[in-house]
T-cell receptor, first 117, second 110 residues
Framework: NAGVTQTPKFQVLKTGQSMTLQCAQD?????MSWYRQDPGMGLRLIHY???????DQGEVPNGYNVSRSTTEDFPLRLLSAAPSQTSVYFC????????????????FGQGTRLTVV | RKEVEQDPGPFNVPEGATVAFNCTYS??????FFWYRQDCRKEPKLLMS???SGNEDGRFTAQLNRASQYISLLIRDSKLSDSATYLC???????????FGTGTRLKVLA
């Protein structure tokens, strides 16, 4: 089972470059989200989606864009990379809970380690 | 104040020891609680959900105290393989968001 697949696993960007981090899941999960993880900060939510065509901002959305054209894919775009965006990025997906309850297991991709120089 | 707070540790314990972590949350409307485990340079994985009545899974016991707004994780008979970072996760129904604590690092020593 593939689960949640993120690509690339590693990336080095120059300041000002743009790129897209890919995330795909094959579990037909409604909810998908992007987090960044920095030392001492834990996982912080960047953007999330509750279904195809629906996205919303998380805690730290500035400098990132997302779209959700299909249930399976949820790419994260860095518009103009900055050194402050050096981080480990995780994509996660989960099913919607019963009656909308937020109590379902989140499955994570293996992460993308991004360095902006 | 952070929504979810954890002692970062590290907790260094010998094999066979019992160790407990606490996690406090600030939103009294929070309704779902979890413990995730994250190994070094790996993705987080669900360890266990935390239910109101408390729950146990082998050597792991999770408790919820709504009055004091904290959850706990107890690990009995620690194994070397338990060395990892344990993440506390809190969700408020209908917000679609899971809020992660910064994690507590555990090192089990031989």
């Amino acid at each position: 089972n593939a689960g949640v697949t993120q690509t690339p696993k590693f990336q080095v960007l120059k300041t000002g470059q743009s790129m897209t981090l890919q995330c795909a899941q094959d579990m037909n999960h409604e909810y998908m989200s992007w987090y960044r993880q920095d030392p001492g900060m834990g996982l912080r939510l960047i953007h999330y989606s509750v279904g195809a065509g629906i996205t919303d901002q998380g805690e730290v959305p500035n400098g990132y864009n997302v779209s959700r054209s299909t249930t399976e894919d949820f790419p994260l775009r860095l518009l103009s990379a900055a050194p402050s965006q050096t981080s480990v990025y995780f994509c996660a997906s989960r099913v919607a809970g019963v009656w909308g309850a937020d109590n379902t297991e989140a499955f994570f991709g293996q992460g993308t380690r991004l360095t902006v120089v | 104040r952070k929504e979810v707070e954890q002692d970062p540790g590290p907790f260094n314990v010998p094999e066979g020891a019992t160790v407990a972590f606490n996690c406090t949350y600030s939103n009294s409307a929070s309704q779902s609680f979890f413990w995730y485990r994250q190994d070094c340079r790996k993705e987080p994985k669900l360890l266990m959900s935390v239910y109101s009545s408390g729950n146990e899974d082998g050597r792991f016991t999770a408790q919820l105290n709504r009055a004091s707004q904290y959850i706990s994780l107890l690990i009995r008979d620690s194994k070397l393989s338990d060395s990892a970072t344990y993440l506390c996760v809190v969700a408020t129904s209908g917000t679609y968001k899971y809020i992660f604590g910064t994690g507590t690092r555990l090192k089990v020593l031989a």
